[in-house]
Structure formats: C-alpha cells, structure tokens
C-alpha cells in the first residue's frame, strides 16, 4: 500500500465517522519497501492540494520519516527537492506488512503483501 493511500483512509466503523480522532490511520508494526517508480512532478503538484498535510506529517514521523516539514508548502516553497522527497515518500515507499489503527475505537486494519483489509466483523457492522 503507497503512503499515499493512507493519507485519503478513516475508519471504516460508523461509530467513527464523526469522531476527528479516526484520522488519520496509525502504522503499527509496519514492514516498509521501496519500490522506484517514474518521477511525476506534474502529479504531485495536482495531489498536493487534496493532501491532508498534518495526517502526513503524523504518519511521516511514525514511519520514521523526519525530514517532511511540518507546515504545508505553498507557491514558491513547492521546490524539485520537495517534490523529490514527496515522490519518494508517498509514491515509492510501500507499507507490505502491518496494521493501521484507528485513534477512536482502536480498531487494527492488517495489512497482509500491500493490501489492507477494512471488512468489519459482523459484530462492528456498518
């Protein structure tokens, strides 16, 4: 699972809809590959708009990623290194193994060779 993708997740429960704290998804134990991909800086300035960029920054320092500047670039600030960093960050590294977990209910998605799965037990229903 890209980086990205988690940027975009909330918890799946209906109980945590509404709740601010079901976003974004907390990495657990997450194993994390790099897999190269081509350069797109036209992409990630069109995705920079719809990035939440404080659940980045949240899930950046879980995963280690320290680098990533805590105040949204804007204008003049989005540099070819940025968007470097971006790229490397939300389209290259991928989540294979681990789980994300919900900050309301405590729910734990796994996610199993890239792929999380958000069924929901009978019991949590939506």
């Known amino acids: 699972m890209k980086i990205l993708t988690a940027n975009f997740l909330t918890c799946a429960v209906k109980a945590c809809k509404a709740s601010p704290a079901s976003f974004p998804l907390h990495f657990s134990d997450a194993e994390l590959e790099q897999q190269e991909t ?14 939440d960029w404080e ?4 899930t950046a320092g879980e995963l280690g990623f320290t680098s ?7 204008g003049d600030a989005v540099t ?4 470097q960093e971006l790229h490397r960050f939300l389209l290259e590294t991928h989540v ?6 919900c900050g309301n ?3 734990e998605y796994r ?7 958000f069924l929901l037990p009978s019991h949590l229903g939506m």
């Open 38 to 51: 081509e350069f797109q800086a036209d992409f990630l300035r069109n995705i920079l708009p719809r990035i």
């Open 55 to 58: 659940a980045l920054v949240v």
């Open 68 to 74: 990533i500047t805590s105040t949204k670039p804007e």
């Open 80 to 83: 070819d290194e940025l968007l």
């Open 96 to 101: 294979m193994e681990g789980k994300l977990l």
């Open 105 to 107: 209910c405590g729910h």
């Open 111 to 117: 996610i199993k060779e890239g792929i999380p799965n």
